[in-house]
């Protein structure tokens, strides 16, 4: 009985460290890094020199914070950027985010999902036009998801600590109870499915090459098409902003549109990656109209490495700049199937 409870215990604490550090970690695709951006306004300085000044002093604060984090001290680094925020309010919504993260942090242990809430939602409040807005807002769905299923959890270990001891009152005279138990353990198990896994298709995979790939971004599905049939179809996740077409450069839009495979990376950072002509012509004279780039660099690829236990519930957000991910053994079977050349079509 104890040795089910221990595992019970371990999946509930990969679903804790899951649901939280993957928003974290897997936020955007290869081509941005979100972990280390800065933004200060520097309104305090009025020449070159102060505004050095300024950079070193606030760069020094954050880097103080973020030690102190490193090193497990999350108390004192909350107290750190609470003194940043009072002396840089320039650089509050950073300070806001970081405060947030380490509320939230699973390795915390004095966490508080509430207090990590209010400061993201403070953040989209006071700082509308913040880089860290999407970021914030993809946190404040994913701690609201865990506390609701924190809760089931939660009210069904409960039930069954309160059976197990009934169990071990009663004696042997028990198999209805411990029938209950193992009908409630196995409810659990379906709770945290819910958050860090899909079911997963058992199919075979026809002989390739494929010929086309149909992406229909409504439906969230990538298509392998031979000859005009089906070979397997893929969920999928697409860019921060999926609905339209992507338009220019920084939108996290994927594009709509007719465009080929042109280029394949087997060793890029998302595992394996395809590379897609965009921008065609079309796409480059509605940006010529709009005064704007359009933009480039958009691949069907796998999560980024190190980090394939993700891969069973990656898609339930959309998480890339305007890519579309697969998991990485999706990802290798594309990369197979699928020769330079091959048309795309990407639908609303």
Request: glycine share 6%; net charge positive; with cysteine.
């Amino acid at each position: 009985m104890g040795t089910k409870q221990s595992r019970i215990g371990e999946r509930i604490y990969i679903f804790f460290v899951c649901s939280i550090i993957i928003p974290i970690l897997i936020c955007g695709c290869s081509h941005s890094t979100a972990r280390y951006r800065f933004k200060s306004t520097y309104k305090e300085a009025s020449d070159l020199s102060s505004q050095e000044n300024f950079n070193a002093s606030l760069s020094k604060y954050f880097k103080e914070a973020d030690d102190l984090f490193s090193q497990g001290s999350y108390k004192a680094s909350l107290s750190k950027y609470e003194q940043l925020i009072e002396k840089y309010p320039a650089a509050g919504d950073r300070v806001l985010y970081e405060m947030g993260i380490i509320h939230a942090y699973p390795g915390n242990d004095q966490k508080d999902y509430q207090k990590s809430l209010e400061c993201f939602q403070k953040l989209i409040k006071d700082y509308p036009a913040s880089e860290y807005r999407k970021d914030s807002e993809m946190m404040i769905f994913t701690i609201k998801d865990v506390t609701v299923k924190d809760k089931a959890i939660t009210t069904l270990q409960t039930q069954i600590e309160t059976l197990q001891q009934e169990v071990k009152d009663k004696g042997n005279g028990t198999i209805a109870l411990q029938k209950k138990i193992e009908a409630l353990e196995q409810e659990v198990k379906n709770k945290e499915s819910e958050v860090i896994a899909l079911q997963k298709e058992v199919f075979e995979i026809q002989k390739g090459p494929a010929d086309k790939i149909l992406i229909e971004k409504k439906e969230r599905r990538l298509t392998l098409i031979s000859k005009g049939k089906a070979l397997k179809t893929y969920k999928i996740a697409l860019g921060g902003n999926p609905n339209g077409p992507k338009e220019r450069q920084g939108d996290n839009k994927t594009p709509e549109g007719t465009y080929v495979i042109d280029s394949k990376n087997n060793g890029s950072r998302y595992h394996r990656s395809l590379h897609i002509s965009y921008p065609n012509e079309k796409d480059k004279k509605r940006a010529k109209e709009l005064g704007v780039s359009p933009g480039g660099d958009i691949m069907i690829h796998g999560t980024k490495n190190g980090f394939s236990w993700t891969d069973d519930f990656h898609t339930d957000i959309d998480w890339t700049k305007g890519c579309i991910a697969v998991t990485d053994q999706e990802i290798e079977e594309i990369y197979k199937l699928v020769p330079n050349g091959t048309a795309v079509e990407i639908r609303p």
